[in-house]
Every structure is written in C-alpha cells, then in structure tokens.
T-cell receptor
Framework: SAVISQKPSRDICQRGTSLTIQCQVD?????MFWYRQQPGQSLTLIAT?????????ESGFVIDKFPISRPNLTFSTLTVSNMSPEDSSIYLC????????????FGPGTRLTVL | GENVEQHPSTLSVQEGDSAVIKCTYS??????FPWYKQELGKRPQLIID?????GEKKDQRIAVTLNKTAKHFSLHITETQPEDSAVYFC?????????????FGAGTRLAVHP
C-alpha cells in the first residue's frame, strides 16, 4: 500500500485563525479523501478531492469553511478556516487504492486543538 | 441517506475467546465492505475486506461474512489476544458522483483481558 504522510501531526490554534493540513502520498493516486474524527467518534467524510476537479463536499461541510486543494496526483491540502473550539478534532486524509479505487488507506492524522 | 449500523458498541472478552462484531447497511447497491482496526492514537488500519460477490473471507484468526439478502456483514476474531484490543470500524460503499465513498459504522471498542 501507499505511504501516506500528513503535516502537521498536531497543532494548537487560537479561535478565528486558519490551519492548512497537508497530505502527501509516495505514489500517484486518483482518489483522495478528507475525514474528521471527533474524540471517541467514528470517521466522518468531509470531502473527496480528485485531481483536476473541484472537491465534492458532504452534507454539513462547505467549501468556505474547509477549502481543499489537489494540485497533483500525490498531494492535497485541507484548510480549516475561522476555527472555533468545535473544530477540535483529528483530521485524516486517505487515498483510494486498487483497481476500483474503493480500498482506502489512511494517513496518520492531524490532531487539532482550538482554544 | 446511506447508513451503517454497528453492534455492539463495546465488547469485553477473555483471552482465547472469540469476538463477533456485526454491521447492517442500508444501501442495496453497496458492494465493498472493509473492516478497520484503530489502536489508541493511531490511524485506522485495514485488516480485512469483502466484496459482494463473496460470502466469506478468512485471514488467519480473522474472518468476515456477508449476507447480501439481509444486508449485514460480520467480523469474527478467533483465539483473541490482548493485542487485539482496539476500536474496530466497519464500512460500506456508497456510490457518489461516479465513484465509491465509504460510510463508516460507529465503531466497537474491543477489550481482550488476559
């Protein structure tokens, strides 16, 4: 499976600021996904990022709050904008793999705390 | 919308016993069902998966069964060991805009006691 890294691994931010999370893969992938995992909870899909097209957002998530970039087949960023304490969570990227690209492998996650 | 229900939310077993986690999905078009293990502070790790054209798949102490008619699938862990202690998530695919996304269950916290 692909080697996936995320930066930063953790951060503590002030409310009202923005944080950009990077996801890097060691091979070209078509499908990249961004998830949020609140403490003790399951994984919630924020959006799907395909190279060369606009990200597709899930219900409850909007581009103004979570802008996503996908400049090439190995890299994506997620920005958490105008943060509030409710945004404190773990943010994970994943990549779709396999012939059908539905097998997903996860990055190590970014633990965000908003004060 | 698509939904995946997972039970139980917590499971406590003695080392050497078997553990079974069950999931039910709502979308009859779902065709891929992975299981992830997440240890504390770590990323979710794919441990086994099954496609809709297969009824059962086994990998050493882990097996997954699928009942398409009833729309449920289960994870079976035999001869449990303390290192099996983790949170387990099931997932099912949902077609969206020409590609498959994953819908996750709420998770099962498994504790294996020595």
């Amino acid at each position: 499976s692909a080697v996936i890294s995320q930066k930063p691994s953790r951060d503590i931010c002030q409310r009202g600021t923005s944080l950009t999370i990077q996801c890097q893969v060691d091979s070209q992938v078509t499908m990249m996904f961004w998830y949020r995992q609140q403490p003790g909870q399951s994984l919630t899909l924020i959006a799907t990022a395909n190279q060369g097209s606009e990200a597709t957002y899930e219900s409850g998530f909007v581009i103004d709050k979570f802008p996503i970039s996908r400049p090439n087949l190995t890299f994506s960023t997620l920005t958490v904008s105008n943060m509030s304490p409710e945004d404190s969570s773990i943010y994970l990227c994943s990549v779709g793999s396999g012939a059908l690209t539905d097998t997903q492998y996860f990055g190590p996650g970014t633990r965000l705390t908003v004060l | 919308g698509e939904n995946v229900e997972q039970h139980p939310s917590t499971l406590s077993v003695q080392e050497g016993d078997s553990a079974v986690i069950k999931c039910t999905y709502s979308d009859s078009a779902s065709n891929y069902f992975p299981w992830y293990k997440q240890e504390l502070g770590k990323r979710p790790q794919l441990i086994i998966d099954i496609r809709s054209n297969v009824g059962e798949k086994k990998d050493q102490r882990i097996a997954v069964t699928l009942n398409k008619t009833a729309k449920h699938f289960s994870l079976h862990i035999t001869e449990t060991q303390p290192e099996d202690s983790a949170v387990y998530f099931c997932a099912a695919t949902a077609l969206s805009g020409g590609y498959n996304k994953l819908i996750f269950g709420a998770g099962t916290r498994l504790a294996v006691h020595p």
